[in-house]
């Protein structure tokens, strides 16, 4: 069963930047996805990548300002969010694409 860690994250200035990491065991590459929830709202989709890196897609709402990228030879997905708002502040969860396998989640803190 893979395993998803995450890294990074952290409190920032609005403007300001943070890079989420997404680790997953062992050598399979998948399919990762970026969530987000915020208190009192539902959990979003924020952006994905394929296994191979070459498909991503992005949320209205981060486009621009956030980009999805991996290291295969890591087993890594990156988060790197620019721009970063009052209104990005979430917990942040990657997931393994179709296999409900999630990380530990990142807060993401935004000060305005």
């Known amino acids: 069963q893979v395993q998803l860690v995450q890294s990074g994250g952290g409190l920032v200035q609005a403007g300001g930047s943070l890079l989420l990491s997404c680790a997953a065991s062992?050598?399979?590459?998948?399919?990762i996805n970026w969530h987000r929830q915020a208190p009192g709202r539902e959990r979003e989709f924020v952006a994905s990548?394929?296994?191979?890196?070459?498909?991503?897609r992005y949320a209205d709402s981060i486009l621009d300002r956030f980009t999805i990228s991996r290291d295969n030879a890591k087993n890594t997905v990156y988060l790197q969010m620019n721009g970063l708002k009052p209104g990005d502040a979430a917990i942040y969860y990657c997931?393994?694409?179709?296999?409900?396998?999630w990380g530990q989640g990142s807060q993401v803190t935004v000060s305005s």
């Open positions: 062992g050598r399979t590459m998948y399919g």
């Open positions: 990548i394929s296994k191979t890196g070459e498909n991503t």
């Open positions: 997931e393994v694409g179709g296999r409900d396998v």
